[in-house]
């Protein structure tokens, strides 16, 4: 990953909460945030008590240049929402400007718990589909906007594997949203159902109560016992 290709962006915790990947009922769950990036989820659950790790590939750059990209970035990310604002439900945030400072006071959160948490183990470099934990070694483990969202970028094989991955690593897996970035159904959705009930696995697709990114409001939870 280089990171003039790298455009961060990172949701908050009541986000989270509002795709159902995390309750309150799952807060002494051993957690493992997959793609989490600058989100700041991992610092607020955390703060609390929560035992959350996060992994993502940006993990590997400093807090200096993560904050310089945000800064070279932002301004573009809010011309392209301003001229795709038609593809977004303005429910929750009312215009471009609400949105972008939403996501502003979150990576800014993100990136004053960066090194610290860097240190405590919480924000580590590593990217699926290959973890370097132990089997079960989580109750629960997520991916919110990065699995089925960047279908034209990933394949197939890659959803296979990182979600097999995610289950070997945690009880549990839950990823929002199935849509990929043209608000279309996931075109890997399909195979991966199929690969699921052929392994085993126990799943439902659940509502969440966001919808942002329009029809982007459905959720998979996943098991790996009958
Ligand atoms: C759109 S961002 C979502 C950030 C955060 N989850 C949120 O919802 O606010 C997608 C994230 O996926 C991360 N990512 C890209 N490739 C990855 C991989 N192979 N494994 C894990 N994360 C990856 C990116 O670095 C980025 O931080």
């Known amino acids: 990953m280089k990171l003039e290709n790298v455009v961060p962006w990172g949701r908050n915790l009541q986000e989270y909460k509002e795709m159902r990947l995390f309750d309150d009922a799952d807060k002494y769950k051993k957690i493992l945030g997959c793609g989490d990036g600058p989100a700041s989820v991992n610092k607020r659950l955390s703060k ?4 959350i790790t996060s992994i993502d590939p940006i993990y590997q750059f400093t807090e200096e240049q993560i904050r310089q990209r945000i800064e070279e970035t932002s301004s573009i990310v809010s011309e ?8 977004f439900v ?13 996501r502003l006071d979150a990576m800014r959160e993100f990136l004053n718990d960066y090194e610290i948490g860097k240190e405590q183990g919480r924000y580590q470099h590593q990217e699926l589909p290959k973890l370097n934990f132990k089997d079960d070694e989580f109750d629960l483990a997520w991916s919110s906007h990065f699995l089925f969202l960047y279908s034209e970028h990933f394949d197939e094989e890659f959803h296979k594997q990182a979600i097999a991955e995610m289950l070997r690593v945690a009880k549990e897996v839950r990823v929002f949203p ?3 970035l ?3 159904k996931s075109k890997h959705l399909g195979a991966i159902l199929k690969y699921l009930e052929k392994n085993n696995y126990r799943y439902e697709i659940i509502q969440s109560d966001y919808e942002f990114q329009k029809g982007a409001k459905e959720l998979i939870r996943i098991w790996k016992s009958i």
């Open 48 to 51: 609390v008590g929560v035992d």
């Open 80 to 87: 392209q929402l301003r001229l795709n604002s038609n593809d």
């Open 90 to 102: 303005w429910k929750n945030m009312k215009n471009v400007e609400e949105l972008i400072s939403l």
């Open 178 to 180: 199935l849509l990929d």
């Open 182 to 184: 043209q608000n279309r």
